[in-house]
């Protein structure tokens, strides 16, 4: 009679386990995939922060300045800004994406410093007047 008692025992234990297990794993990719979307949105929010900075600075003019503060995620691969665009490259898991926003004004600066260094970064944006007499914008954190 004991021995019919442990082995029903193990028969509930392993059902259980059977059960839950699918369960959790689900629980588990849910969570990555939450924690993904959540880097992506991180960084589509500091390109937006930056080119809306960049644009403001453009219409304003040289010498207009701001300092912008964005909050950059974890697991940024590269970090520049490239003839109009703002681009953050993330690794995600199958890979990398590039989130980016376009401005009305040409771009220079160094952005490199966000690379693997997660957190808030004050950028520096600021309009500058080229040789030319044409305004581009500086972008540097």
Known sequence: MRAQAAVEYLSIIALS???????????????????????????????????????????????????????????????????????LRLGVRGGTTDVFAVTAANLTGDLSAMQDSQGTHLVRVKAQRSEAGSTFVNITD
């Open 17 to 87: 386990l059977a059960a839950l297990l699918p369960m959790w794993y689900f629980v588990s990719t849910s969570t990555d995939s939450v924690k993904q979307d959540l880097r992506v949105g991180t960084a589509r929010q500091a390109v937006f922060k930056l080119r809306d900075a960049a644009d403001l600075a453009y219409a304003q003019g040289s010498p207009s300045e701001f300092l912008v503060e964005v909050n950059v995620p974890e697991g940024i691969l590269s970090a520049y800004v490239s003839g109009t665009e703002v681009v």
